[in-house]
């Protein structure tokens, strides 16, 4: 191969490397990645996940008595 696939291929691996690199960091510092943040969940203007107490409240009539009665089958 020649010199120009061997920088490609090194490119390719530092995009990578520092893509897990932010990824880890924001996770460190609390915030989470993706457009949408997860059901239950805002973000606040510094883009931390905040809970959204509106979700919250549906979110506990779903899901919480099924996680009860799961642990009563089991």
Same mark, same amino acid.
């Given at each position: 191969?020649?010199?120009?696939?061997?920088?490609?291929?090194?490119?390719?691996?530092? +995009?990578? *490397?520092?893509?897990? !690199?932010?990824?880890? #960091?924001?996770?460190?510092?609390?915030?989470?990645?993706?457009?949408?943040?997860?059901?239950?969940?805002?973000?606040?203007?510094?883009g931390?996940?905040? +809970?959204? *107490?509106?979700?919250? !409240?549906?979110?506990? #009539?779903?899901?919480?008595?099924?996680?009860?009665?799961?642990?009563?089958?089991?």
């Open positions: 191969s020649g010199i120009i696939d061997q920088v490609s291929v090194w490119e390719k691996e530092k +995009i990578n *490397e520092r893509t897990r !690199e932010g990824i880890r #960091k924001s996770f460190e510092q609390g915030k989470v990645g993706g457009q949408v943040p997860p059901y239950g969940y805002t973000r606040d203007e510094n931390y996940l905040v +809970i959204d *107490e509106e979700e919250k !409240e549906t979110y506990l #009539k779903l899901y919480l008595p099924n996680n009860i009665s799961m642990l009563y089958i089991t």
